[in-house]
């Protein structure tokens, strides 16, 4: 465990980022997909599905009674009695890996294959040897004694900001954790664990019980829980995220020799590999020689005066067209 828990820098609610952290984790033949179409057949045709992962602007709680959650009911004993991993969230760019890891570490080949309230016939998770080391040595912690030890963790933390967007202006660091601003996002994970379908909230006290539900009926059991969360926020909020936990595709599509889908699926994983090495890279050096280039260039031809000029005037009229904007406004609300 790391001595320093600070640094956990945002990362983007995207499959191809998610399928690539839990990756270098050491997580096998698991990926995520992006669930665009609100219904049960979209989860279903990804089977097998551990669960999912759901993104939505934060609203504070308009109520200060923490007896009881907004929807379902807290499940007080489940983590003790049933080995369910639940971490409380205890820094707050971190809720994106602890909702991942809330559905990967309830559904590893350590768990037992009934704790999920199925026959067995379930896919379990290989989580690999660096998070059974974690999960083994957290067993037994209270929820946030685990969300420090997940803070605290080097190679979750590493592995986690390796995948955040190169910038050098930006020291996410410095933010203090406990203030939340009005465009704060927060990540939730969802899955089956004994039976029951819960919602594994860092920012709750407890894991949330949704009722009866095994990884078969998920699919359909999920979606009115989804919905009902959705119908908090306005009719016009549409920033939502859904992403299903799930068995490697490219997997599937040997087994039942679909070569389309083959085909298709290494595609994916191709552009998915582009994209994150474009998220690594610091583009300010390459920017810069660019600039440079376009410079000498405008000497070169005698016309660099003429264009510094052009857009000092050009960023003058967006000035005053600016001002006069505000100054309607105000003579609006007076």
Known sequence: MAEDAAGWSTIESDEGVFTALIEQLGVQDVQFEEIISLDAESIRALSPV??????????????????????????????????????????????????????????????NPSSSGGDGSHDRIKIGPSLSEFKEFTTGFPSDLRGEALSNSQMIRETHNSFARSSPFADETQKDPTQLSDEVYHFIGYTTHHGKLFELDGLQPYP??????????????????????????????????????????????????????????????????????????????????????????MIKKGKYEGWVKEAEDSTRKKLEQRRSRGLAEEQLQE
């Not at 504070?60 to 959650?69: F, N």
């Not at 009722?211 to 999920?222: D, N």
């Not at 889908?261 to 474009?278: D, I, Q, V």
């Open 50 to 111: 551990y669960g999912v992962i759901f993104l939505f602007k934060y609203l504070s709680p308009t109520s200060t009674d923490r007896s009881k959650p907004q929807d379902g009911t807290y499940d007080t004993q489940t983590v003790e009695d049933d080995g369910l991993f639940f971490a409380a969230q205890t820094i707050q760019n971190a809720c994106g890996t602890q909702a991942i890891l809330s559905v990967i570490l309830n559904n590893d080949t350590t768990s």
């Open 208 to 297: 949330i019980s949704h009722g009866y539900c095994t990884p078969e009926s998920f699919p359909e059991k999920i979606i009115p829980v989804l919905q009902r969360r959705i119908e908090r926020y306005p009719a016009d909020e549409v920033r939502f995220n859904l992403m299903a936990v799930c068995g490697d595709l490219r997997k599937k599509a040997e087994l039942f020799g679909d070569d389309s889908m083959l085909e298709r699926e290494k595609r994916k994983r191709k552009a998915w590999e582009w994209e994150n090495s474009l998220r690594r890279h610091n583009f300010v050096g390459f920017t810069g020689e660019v600039l440079k280039g376009v410079v000498a260039e």
